[in-house]
T-cell receptor, first 112, second 113 residues
Framework: AQSVSQHNHHVILSEAASLELGCNYS??????LFWYVQYPGQHLQLLLK??????LVKGIKGFEAEFIKSKFSFNLRKPSVQWSDTAEYFC??????????FGKGTRLHILP | DAGITQSPRHKVTETGTPVTLRCHQT?????MYWYRQDPGHGLRLIHY???????DKGEVSDGYSVSRSKTEDFLLTLESATSSQTSVYFC????????????FGPGTRLTVT
């Protein structure tokens, strides 16, 4: 069965620090990849997505992610985080069928 | 905003009572999903629908049923609520035009006492 693994459950950073959240998936075929963000008390919002083409994708709010097919990875990055980036981040994969598989999430806490 | 509403937004109910949650969308999407979100588990798919009267089970479907009699409404029913079903429930739709991303509703916080 397909699965998504997020390496860090909880990350604490200071403002202006660089961010990288790890995500690996297990599936050997064609995938669509996503990162979602959930701010406290809110629903999930799509941050960015990868379907094909350039493996470096840019999303909203200065986030980007790189798809490395050989490593089955789709890590999320941001060069300089802000306090407002405090949220939970979910990596997700779709294997071109009806469903999306979500990782368990990474809670990001930014210290002001 | 994907035009998704959920009702109720909050509900407290007693063990053994039936509960129905409603998801309503305004953009005629074919695919609709019900998830539950629990700490440490991320989002887990309960049921989904790929059209009117067409539904399928997800990974945590036991104790839940769904119905979709109209494109715009997808109902989730807990036949006899248990404390283990205390959770936040999210409805989602799948974006069209051949893409697979999903967009989520605001959620329903359900507490079973």
């Amino acid at each position: 069965a397909q699965s998504v693994s997020q390496h860090n459950h909880h990350v604490i950073l200071s403002e202006a620090a660089s961010l990288e959240l790890g995500c690996n998936y297990s599936y050997g075929g064609t995938v669509n990849l996503f990162w979602y963000v959930q701010y406290p008390g809110q629903h999930l919002q799509l941050l960015l997505k990868y379907f094909s083409g350039d493996p470096l994708v840019k999303g909203i709010k200065g986030f980007e992610a790189e798809f490395i097919k050989s490593k089955f990875s789709f890590n999320l990055r941001k060069p300089s985080v802000q306090w407002s980036d405090t949220a939970e981040y979910f990596c997700a994969v779709n294997t071109r069928d009806d469903k999306i598989i979500f990782g368990k999430g990474t809670r990001l806490h930014i210290l002001p | 905003d994907a035009g998704i509403t959920q009702s109720p937004r909050h509900k407290v109910t007693e063990t053994g009572t039936p509960v129905t949650l409603r998801c309503h969308q305004t953009e005629n999407h074919r695919y609709m999903y019900w998830y539950r979100q629990d700490p440490g588990h991320g989002l887990r798919l309960i049921h989904y629908s790929y059209g009117v009267k067409d539904t399928d089970k997800g990974e945590v479907s036991d104790g839940y049923s769904v119905s979709r009699s109209k494109t715009e409404d997808f109902l989730l029913t807990l036949e006899s609520a248990t404390s283990s079903q205390t959770s936040v429930y999210f409805c989602a739709i799948r974006g069209g035009a051949g893409y697979y991303e999903q967009y989520f509703g605001p959620g329903t916080r359900l507490t079973v006492t």
